[in-house]
Nanobody
């Protein structure tokens, strides 16, 4: 079955950086687009970044453009989110996701807290 396991979250000061990882299994990873989403307390889950199956096409929320970079390793079945110049408003639980055979799958999430 599809499994997505995020890691790399934590507490970071404003202006700092973090790299999130999402290890995927249970499907042919290289065939499917992947995405990162986040949900802050009291807010709806939002798309942060997406990447096509081969990695050549990416898209970003306006709020993270120029600060976050999504990438993938189709040998390691892992998708990454490099986050730089972090702001307090980036504080959220971050989820990776894929859409597979008509269903959207989510990982368990990893907490990112940006605070001094």
């Amino acid at each position: 079955q599809v499994q997505l396991v995020e890691s790399g979250g934590g507490l970071v000061q404003p202006g700092g950086s973090l790299r999130l990882s999402c290890a995927a299994s249970g499907f042919t990873f290289s065939y499917y687009a992947m995405s990162w989403h986040r949900q802050a307390p009291g807010k709806e889950r939002e798309l942060v970044a997406g990447i096509a199956s081969a990695g050549g096409v990416t898209n970003y929320a306006d709020s993270v453009k120029g600060r976050f970079t999504i990438s993938r390793d189709n040998v390691k079945n892992t998708v990454y989110l490099q986050m730089s110049s972090l702001k307090p408003e980036d504080t959220a639980v971050y989820y990776c996701s894929t859409y597979y055979w008509g269903a959207r799958y989510w990982g368990q999430g990893t907490q990112v807290t940006v605070s001094s």
